[in-house]
Structure formats: structure tokens, C-alpha cells
């Protein structure tokens, strides 16, 4: 019985994860700065510096991802076709590794004239959008004797090229249409609202407004374009890593952050352990070991990798400023411990800062763990369309009102300015303690520019569960609400359409709970009117987010959006008007910051003092035969 207890708990706490084959060296990416280590793949093409653009796709190709899944393998012999089931144990866009019943059959396979591969990727094996069907051509590079026998096979055309022209260009045209008739229907149903305006001035008007918000923001995505990648420009950068109990994801961010496309005598990393009451601290020292045992020398990284432990828990920003200060590079980025880097995030995240008025930049999160459950699934969406097109949106004006804390860029002279009013904010009288990251792109909007750069990628953990998710939007909805009252002071200044569109999508998100309520519970039970034009515009607005998603990403997961339209319709949007009255707190829910810790041991004194009153009147009812006998 525990047996079969634990494995259920196991088939829940795992995560789905894309299963990278990992390289021989621990620093695959990094420049050689000896030179004696030429970039060369798997397929032998040499780094070329000077076309990072074309390299970072090419690589992207080579990538192998450890799988399972059955291969149907059809090939010619002397004019004979003959069929076998093989085992694809590691995929990449341009070939697959296989695992084959017997040697005859991995023979029969080098002696083959012809060979066809039809399999289909399941989904989270590759990155999104590879989930399909397959039949190609291949050939055999490599065999090798295994436990059991092996075989190496080149695709006669990489996948993406392959998807190209079997999938995305009807996904294309088909999302194009559905996302263009959604657009048409929206404009329409707003031109009635304009029809009957007079009858129902306010509700009507919060309809247009709401409309013309999404759809400048959709807009505004679609006109965005990511820098281009200028070689001679790379400036002294440093990633700050804080870490608070992350034991099991500190070291892959660590490693992606250290093994980037970049010069070796430009980048630093610092991890700052916020006290961990977990195996934090072990976990670093110990891939920090592994460096400096086998990359040490080459790579340097005595001098550009270093930890710091806090002397007690002083939160996250009180871990950022200790890196800050104890760095001197033009540039700082900010990466959370449960994060990890694409190779080349660095090299995207500092192109903005060509302009000397620009003071931050945000890059885009993915979700790492999109395939554990639907709620991650749901996750996925939310976040793509929220860094593609929201943030694309905002970047496109130069006022990006959030750089996000999974990955974000500074220069250190403006962190170290406003450092002091950063670590001391208070809203109200209260210590903040949350939403770091809106409230430093504060500090540097008021008075620089902040953008956003699509092509610096980063992969984050999404919560799994339910009550830690809804933990983290109620955090999330405070900092929203404190910091956006903060903003609202200078926003005004900016760029006009930047402005209206920060000053519109403050409104909108803070009616949306009262207009709900007037016209699915008042309308109908007061005039007696079923609400189907106001289901119809919800319904349009979910679907221009699931289109969205299938136009841009061409994953399976594009169904996700409608589905978390209507999770925030039914469960997130009611947090709006808790989070109206609560946003003066200062704990996380989701981690035990002091703030938690305080607020918890006022509520166990409570819950004592009351229980103890309790006790006395139990007491007394024995006493005197208790109130039902009296």
C-alpha cells in the first residue's frame, strides 16, 4: 500500500521537462579565449561570429533531446522493401539516434539503397510546435554496439523545413483568417455599442474602451521587431542569481548562465544564497566545484563565478543589491533561481543599450514545464501572449512597465541610484517586501527608457498546483495594484499612445469585476435579459488569445488559451477586488519571507488566545451542566 502511495506521489511532484543530451563539456557555448577549441557542431560547421543571427539558428537545429518513442522504418534492399519498429532514443531538427531489436537489422539498415522514418513526436519530447506526425527520407551516419545495437540517422530534410511545408504555412493561413475574423467580429460588436451608447452610457463606453485596448495591444505586438544582433558591440555584463531554497533547480540556472555566447572577459556571474534553510548552499558549491575542476582554468572561473551567503533571510531585493555591489560591470541582469538561460541571452538582452537613454530591458519567459498538467499548459499561453504581445506592445513605445524578474537587464550606475529607496519602499507604512521587479522598472521608467527584446530567452518553473498558483496571481495582483498607483504619476509624460494604453489597461482589469457581476447577475435578474451579447464578447476576446497562440507558436497547446480565458473569468478575476483591500500586505503565500514568518506567528498567537478563551468556556458550561441542560 505505501508503495503504491509513493509512486502516485512521484506521478504527481514530477515535472515534464524537455531531456537535453548533454554535451561532453560543461561549457559547450562559451568563446574559447585560448582559441585552442574551435566551435564546431555535431555536423561540422564552425562558429561564424560575424553571423550570430543565422549561428543561433543553426544550432538550434543540432540540439538533441533524449526520447522514447516507436520509429516505423521502411527501406530497399537488392529491390526488395522491407519494414522494421526501432526506437528513437535522442531527436534533433536533423537527425535521430535509434535502438533496434538485433544486428541483422541494424545491417540491413547500412546495406539499404532507400530509407523512410514515419513516427510521431509526442508532445514535450521537442519544443513546442514539433508535436506531429513525420515521414521522411534518412540516412545512416554512425552505428555503434550498445546494450542494444545502435544506429545514427540524418533526415534528408531537417524538421522545421519539414513542418515549413507540411504544417505551418496552412496553420498560417488558417489562424491568420480565424484571428482576422475575431478582430472583424470585435470591431463590429463595438460599432453596435456605439448604436445604442445612449441607452447605457458607462457600461457601453467601458466596452468600447475595453475593445480598443486589446486591440491596439494585438497591434502594437504584431508591429514589434526584436534588435538584430550587432558582433561589436558586447559590454561588461553581470547575472545576479538570487537564491532562496531552489536545491533542485539552482544548478541548471547557474550553468546556463555561465555557459553563454559570450567573452569571457565580459561576463560574471553571482549567485547570493538568501539564507536557504534547504541544500541551496551545497548544490552551489558543488557545480562551482565541478567548473573549477574541469573548465576552471580555461574559462576563468575563479575570477567570474562567486557566491555570497547572507547573514539572515533579507529578501530578494536585499540578495540583488549585494550583487550590485559587489560587481563593477556596465550592465547587471537579474535571473531567478528557477530559471534557465538559451545560450545566446546575453548576447540579445545588451543590443538595446546601444542607445545611451535606454536604463533597462526586459526578455521573453518561457514555460519550462508546459507539459506537466493542463494548469501548466494553461501557464504556457498566458505567458507567451503576455511577453509577444503584451510586452512586444509596450517595448515597441520604449515603456515597458515590468521587466520581469526570470530575466532582466540594467545598467548597474542606475540599480546603484535608486538602490537605497528600492531596499527601504513602503506603501501605506508597510515594508514591501514583493513585486521587486515593477517596482525598480519604476525607478528607471520615471526617468529612462525601458524595452523589450524577444530574441533573449529565458525557460522558467510555472506552479503545477492550484493553491501555489493562486498564491502567486493574489501576489502578483498587490504588486500590480501598489506599483501601477506608482506609475500612474509619471506615465503621463511618456509617448501618448503609451500612456493612454498604461492608463487604459490600469482601468479596465480594475472595473472588470463590477461589470461582470452587472451584466451576468443584474441584467438578467433585474430586466430579465439573457447576457448573450456580453458571453459572445468574452468568447471573442478568449478566442483572439487561442489564435494568437496557434499563429505565432503552432503548438498543440493553443486550445489552452480559451481554457484559461475561462479559468480567469471564473476564479482570478474575483481575486481583483480581494487584492482592492488586502494590497497593503506584505507576505508572499508561497515562501517563508520575514514578512510570512510575522504574520504567521500573529496568527498562531491568535489562534492561542482564542483557543484558550474557548477553553474557558467550555469549562464553564461543564461546570454548570452545559447551556442545553441549564
Request: include cysteine; hydrophobic fraction near 40%.
Amino acid at each position: 500500500m505505501r508503495v503504491k502511495e509513493e509512486k502516485e506521489k512521484s506521478k504527481v511532484d514530477r515535472e515534464i521537462l524537455l531531456n537535453v543530451k548533454s554535451d561532453r563539456r560543461l561549457l559547450s557555448n562559451v568563446p574559447d579565449p585560448t582559441g585552442e577549441r574551435v566551435e564546431i557542431d555535431r555536423r561540422g560547421k564552425e562558429d561564424d561570429q560575424e553571423d550570430l543571427t543565422s549561428l543561433m539558428e543553426y544550432k538550434k537545429l543540432g540540439i538533441r533531446y533524449i526520447s522514447n518513442f516507436p520509429v516505423q522504418i521502411s527501406f530497399m534492399i537488392h529491390r526488395i522493401n522491407q519494414s522494421i519498429i526501432a526506437t528513437c532514443v535522442n531527436i534533433s531538427d536533423t537527425g535521430m539516434g535509434i535502438e533496434l531489436d538485433s544486428i541483422e537489422e541494424r545491417d540491413k539498415l547500412k546495406e539499404a539503397e532507400q530509407i523512410y522514418l514515419k513516427f510521431k513526436i509526442p508532445a514535450g519530447s521537442m519544443p513546442e510546435g514539433h508535436e506531429m506526425r513525420f515521414y521522411t527520407g534518412a540516412k545512416v551516419v554512425r552505428t555503434a554496439d550498445r546494450m542494444k545495437p545502435f544506429a545514427g540517422l540524418q533526415f534528408s530534410e531537417d524538421l522545421s523545413t519539414y513542418m515549413k511545408r507540411h504544417k505551418d504555412r496552412y496553420l498560417l493561413v488558417i489562424s491568420g483568417i480565424l484571428l482576422g475574423f475575431v478582430s472583424l467580429s470585435v470591431v463590429l460588436m463595438r460599432v453596435e455599442s456605439i448604436i445604442y451608447f445612449k441607452y447605457n452610457a458607462i457600461m457601453y463606453l467601458y466596452s468600447i474602451v475595453a475593445a480598443l485596448f486589446l486591440l491596439s495591444r494585438y497591434l502594437f505586438g504584431a508591429l514589434y521587431k526584436p534588435l538584430p544582433i550587432n558582433p561589436d558591440y558586447m559590454p561588461s555584463v553581470t547575472i545576479i542569481i538570487p537564491c532562496f531554497n531552489e536545491e533542485t533547480w539552482i544548478q541548471t540556472t547557474i550553468l546556463s548562465c555561465i555557459d553563454q555566447n559570450y567573452p569571457v572577459d565580459k561576463l560574471k556571474v553571482i549567485v547570493v544564497d538568501d539564507c536557504s534553510t534547504d541544500k541551496s548552499v551545497e548544490k552551489i558549491q558543488e557545480i562551482i566545484d565541478k567548473l573549477l575542476e574541469r573548465e576552471g582554468k580555461r574559462y576563468n572561473i575563479c575570477e567570474r563565478l562567486k557566491y555570497f551567503i547572507q547573514p539572515q533571510n533579507a529578501g530578494k531585493r536585499a540578495a540583488l543589491v549585494c550583487g550590485v555591489e559587489n560587481t563593477d560591470t556596465d550592465l547587471v541582469m537579474f535571473v531567478d533561481s528557477d530559471s534557465s538561460l538559451d545560450p545566446y541571452a546575453v548576447r540579445n538582452i545588451v543590443q538595446p543599450f546601444q542607445d545611451p537613454k535606454m536604463g533597462g530591458c526586459a526578455g521573453r519567459c518561457d514555460v519550462a514545464n508546459t507539459y506537466t498538467n493542463n494548469l501548466t499548459k494553461m501557464q504556457s499561453v498566458r505567458y507567451y501572449i503576455a511577453f509577444r504581445i503584451m510586452k512586444a506592445a509596450e517595448g515597441l513605445f520604449d515603456a515597458v512597465t515590468c521587466l520581469s524578474g526570470p530575466l532582466s537587464c540594467y545598467r548597474r550606475e542606475i540599480v546603484m541610484q535608486y538602490k537605497d529607496k528600492w531596499l527601504n519602499q513602503k506603501f501605506l507604512g508597510q515594508k514591501a517586501t514583493f513585486g521587486d521587479d515593477r517596482a525598480m522598472t519604476n525607478f528607471v521608467l520615471a526617468h529612462h527608457r525601458c524595452t523589450y527584446q524577444d530574441t533573449a530567452v529565458c525557460s522558467t518553473i510555472v506552479p503545477k498546483e492550484h493553491k501555489v498558483f493562486l498564491k502567486q496571481q493574489m501576489r502578483w495582483k498587490r504588486s500590480w495594484l501598489r506599483e501601477s498607483v506608482m506609475a500612474g504619476k509619471f506615465m503621463w509624460k511618456k509617448e501618448p499612445f503609451a500612456s493612454f494604453n498604461f492608463y487604459i489597461g490600469l482601468l479596465v482589469p480594475l472595473l472588470a469585476p463590477v461589470i461582470v457581476i452587472y451584466n451576468l447577475f443584474y441584467v438578467p435578474f433585474t430586466q430579465h435579459i439573457f447576457p448573450q451579447t456580453f458571453l459572445v464578447g468574452l468568447l471573442m476576446m478568449s478566442l483572439m488569445m487561442t489564435f494568437a497562440q496557434l499563429l505565432l507558436r503552432k503548438s498543440t497547446t493553443w486550445l489552452f488559451g480559451f481554457m484559461f480565458c475561462v479559468y480567469y473569468e471564473l476564479v482570478l478575476l474575483w481575486q481583483m477586488p480581494i487584492a482592492w483591500f488586502t494590497f497593503w500586505k506584505s507576505t508572499w503565500g508561497t515562501r517563508m519571507t520575514p514578512s510570512d514568518v510575522a504574520a504567521q506567528k500573529k496568527k498562531k498567537k491568535h489562534k492561542n488566545r482564542n483557543g484558550g478563551k474557548e477553553d474557558q468556556e467550555g469549562a464553564k458550561e461543564k461546570a454548570g451542566g452545559g447551556t442545553d441542560d441549564a
